[in-house]
């Protein structure tokens, strides 16, 4: 593929010259976000000795902990430092950034690599493609594949998996395989990854999961399942954010519905939206009228007021975009 190949020198054009380099990703960082961030930063380490390569991310849930380097992130921005090169990754947008974000402004160049439809490519030099399955596959393009070690292969494939939903979403391409089929062959033991980064779940996070589908609630005419986690209920079972993953997809599988959308209660009034869709509604659209964003399928966002507000708000989107469509389809 021409991209990939004009990519790759892209990328050794960007680092020519670039004594300090730093790496982020987006907030409460995903197995993409921490996946595609570890391959780069175990890539540029092996093959860019003399450069310094420092990596940001919040906390990295427990379970993506068995990826290299992960124990070598850093959880603060120094406020006296300043990078010749901060390339930012699964990030759509500069405040999904978070606390890395003002290392990325200081920065003397800067690079986003991401597949967020909703991405305006707010750096200097962006390589989005929103067809992509997930950043750690176009990371993958930018490197070159004889240098991959095991270590960056594990990353990788991690990122994948998990933006896909273990090959099963409709982002998985023929490429996608192409690309697992590579990193498998570099030695990694593929189950064994997405079993526990993926499948495995604490105790905590299978009660969590049961509150939330137990209390769910289906809304508009059946089209939309709707469920809430409060603080309460995140203290009662002494819950963290991380422990939420996966509850937004399982609402998604309930057969007859074209949205799920989960309410994460943060403050009072304050919720973090997540919203999957089967495809008939682009939630990414929903997530960005809000000021969130994301993909078709898949999006986020937070939002104030009551979570009766939200719902109401959000579920008027979707019927707005349910109607429209109806509208233009041709008469029969
Ligand atoms: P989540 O529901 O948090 O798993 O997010 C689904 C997708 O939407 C991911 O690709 C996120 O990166 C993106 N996303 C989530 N929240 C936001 C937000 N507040 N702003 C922009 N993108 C978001
Ligand atoms: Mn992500
Ligand atoms: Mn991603």
């Known amino acids: 593929m021409e991209l990939k190949n004009s990519m790759k020198i892209v990328l050794n054009d960007i680092l020519k010259g670039k004594r300090k380099v730093a790496l982020g990703g987006h907030v409460r960082p995903d197995g993409d976000c921490v996946g595609s961030c570890m391959g780069l930063y175990l890539y540029l380490k092996d093959q860019y000795p003399a450069m310094s390569v420092d990596v940001y991310l919040e906390e990295i849930p427990e379970a993506y902990r068995i990826i290299s380097g992960t124990d070598e992130v850093k959880t603060e921005a120094p406020a006296d430092e300043t990078y010749d090169l901060f390339i930012c990754m699964d990030c759509g947008d500069l405040l999904r950034l978070g606390f890395s974000r003002p290392l990325f402004e200081r920065a003397k160049a800067t690079l986003c690599i991401d597949h967020h439809v909703s991405n305006d490519s707010f750096a200097d030099d962006n390589y989005i493609v929103p067809d992509a399955s997930s950043t750690s596959e176009l990371v993958f393009h930018l490197l070159d594949t004889e240098k991959i070690t095991r270590e960056i292969a594990e990353a990788l494939y991690m ?39 993926y499948y495995e779940k604490t105790y905590i996070q299978n009660q969590i999961l049961g509150r939330a589908l137990l209390e769910s609630m289906l809304v508009m005419d059946k089209k939309c399942i709707v469920s809430v986690i409060r603080k309460k209920s995140m203290d009662f079972f002494q819950a963290l954010p991380s422990d939420l993953e996966g509850i937004v997809s399982q609402l998604r599988q309930t057969k007859g519905v074209e949205v799920a959308i989960f309410l994460h209660e943060l403050a009072p009034q304050k919720f973090k939206v997540s919203l999957r869709s089967k495809g008939e509604v682009d939630v990414s659209e929903i997530a960005k009228y809000y000021g969130g964003g994301g993909h078709v399928r898949a999006a986020g966002v937070t939002m104030e007021g009551s979570s009766y507000d939200v719902i109401n708000n959000i579920t008027a989107r979707i019927a707005h975009q349910l109607n429209h469509e109806e509208e233009q389809e041709p008469e029969s």
């Open 159 to 197: 990122g994948i998996a998990h933006d896909t939903g273990v090959f099963q979403y409709s982002c998985t391409s023929p490429e996608t395989m192409e690309t697992a089929a590579v990193l498998m062959r570099k030695g990694i033991d593929a189950s064994r990854i997405i079993d526990k980064t």
